[in-house]
Nanobody, 125 residues
Framework: VQLQASGGGLVQAGDSVRLSCADS????????IGWFRKAPGKEREFVAA????????DYADSVKGRFTVSRDDFNNMAYLQMNNLKPEDTALYFC???????????????????WGQGTQVTVSS
């Protein structure tokens, strides 16, 4: 698995952004996918995750109802659709792959085996 996140940028509060996570190793369908973020001065935190088949998902309370995680295994891609963005969503966003908890995605970042390099999302008020 070789992950690369993209799609970040500078947006205004209330806008929508879709982040993409590409797997150049073309084995993404064997892993659960997680999205995490790190804001300046804060620890990296869980955002969302999806099982290997996309049927099971989990979200941080702060993003429930606004963010949606999805995957397109045919194209070895995962996505994080972010709607109604808020300034507190400003962070460096990472995608990660977990080979163990494929059916029940975990919010525990230490269980993820592979990480992308991150893409910056900045939300202005």
């Amino acid at each position: 698995v070789q992950l690369q996140a993209s799609g970040g940028g500078l947006v205004q509060a209330g806008d929508s952004v879709r982040l993409s996570c590409a797997d150049s190793g073309r084995t993404l369908d064997r892993y659960a996918i997680g999205w995490f973020r790190k804001a300046p001065g804060k620890e990296r935190e869980f955002v969302a995750a999806a099982s290997w088949d996309g049927l099971a998902t989990d979200y941080a309370d702060s993003v429930k109802g606004r963010f949606t995680v999805s995957r397109d295994d045919f194209n070895n891609m995962a996505y994080l659709q972010m709607n109604n963005l808020k300034p507190e969503d400003t962070a460096l966003y990472f995608c990660a792959a977990d080979r163990a908890s494929v059916r029940n995605p975990t919010s525990n970042q230490y269980e993820y085996d592979y990480w992308g390099q991150g893409t910056q999302v900045t939300v202005s008020s």
